[in-house]
């Protein structure tokens, strides 16, 4: 079982963030606003004001107690270094200031290609979907060297055409892998489901993807195999629940919740320092 875990951290290994390969993009690249959690106003391509020269941020001790949400919940899918080390092979937008705009464009395309491979990673490793394995590692191939372009060419990517295939991907894999294939859960569930206390419900194999869950009362509740994608998860209690085998979690859901010691996720996920212990 532990080998089986340590081979599936290692897909996963090159689409995690690694901010110290990286030259602070989300905090040049992005938007930020105030009232998401962000030290304050900005416009896309401005540094934001606590960017130091090494990349670093001077407050990032300090990002939670501060209540600045949106910067400890980001998560670029490994985009950053990605665009930093690979796509212009270590040149930074200090260093190279006539390509720095050219370099935000392609982080934020970039980071939309990392998120498919994730989403397209996860699929491979579930059960029962040896029909549709070929067809996913195939466009797993395809988006890899989609990463690999230049600049350009990765500007020129048609992000929603392959988008819209991806999903219908994972769509076919949820499907696959779920045990009760007569059965499914979607019907009994509105996507608003902000401040809902859910610990009585049953969540197990639930299509709860694109869901509104602000806030949303999971303590203890068992959502294995439960489908999570797209799922808004910023300040929903998962204290104690188990969310080891959902479908399609990803960190920035897991950094924006409330969880603590006895959550459980999958192994490919960083359990929050911030978490209650």
Same mark, same amino acid.
């Not at 190279?96 to 050219?102: D, F």
């Not at 806030?215 to 999570?228: I, R, T, V, Y």
């Given at each position: ?11 996963? /290994? ?34 934001? /004001? ?69 989403? %397209? ?26 990463? %690999? ?25 949820? /499907? ?42 999971? /303590? ?58």
């Amino acid at each position: 079982m532990n080998n089986k875990i340590e081979l599936i951290d290692q897909l996963f /290994k090159h689409i995690k963030i690694d901010c110290s390969k990286c030259f602070g993009f989300c905090c040049v690249a992005l938007y930020f606003s105030k009232l998401d959690g962000f030290p304050a106003d900005k416009v896309a391509g401005c540094p934001c /004001k606590h960017l130091q020269s090494d990349f670093g941020c001077d407050i990032h001790s300090e990002l939670r107690n501060k209540g600045l949400k949106g910067c400890t919940s980001y998560d670029c899918f490994g985009a950053g270094q990605k665009i930093a080390q690979i796509t212009y092979r270590g040149k930074s937008w200090i260093s190279s200031p006539k390509l720095a705009k050219q370099m935000y464009e392609a982080f934020l395309v970039m980071r939309q290609l990392h998120e498919m491979l994730w989403y %397209l990673t996860e699929a491979v490793t579930l059960e029962n979907i040896v029909s549709i394995k070929e067809s996913l590692q195939s466009m797993i191939e395809e988006i890899k060297q989609m990463t %690999l372009l230049k600049p350009e060419a990765i500007l020129e990517i048609d992000i929603e055409s392959h988008r819209t295939q991806v999903n219908i991907l994972l769509k076919e894999a949820y /499907k696959l892998n779920r045990q009760d294939k007569k059965s499914i859960q979607k019907t009994s569930f509105e996507k608003m489901l902000i401040g809902k206390d859910l610990r009585k419900v049953n969540l197990k194999e639930a299509d709860l993807s694109g869901a509104m869950m602000i806030a949303a009362n999971l /303590k203890e509740c068992d959502l294995s195999g439960a489908l999570l994608i797209g799922v808004d998860m910023r300040d929903a209690d998962i204290r104690g629940a188990n969310l080891s085998k959902s479908i399609f979690l990803t960190q920035t859901q897991i950094n924006t919740a409330k969880g603590n010691q006895f959550t459980k996720l999958p192994s490919r996920l960083d359990r929050p320092s911030y978490w209650e212990k």
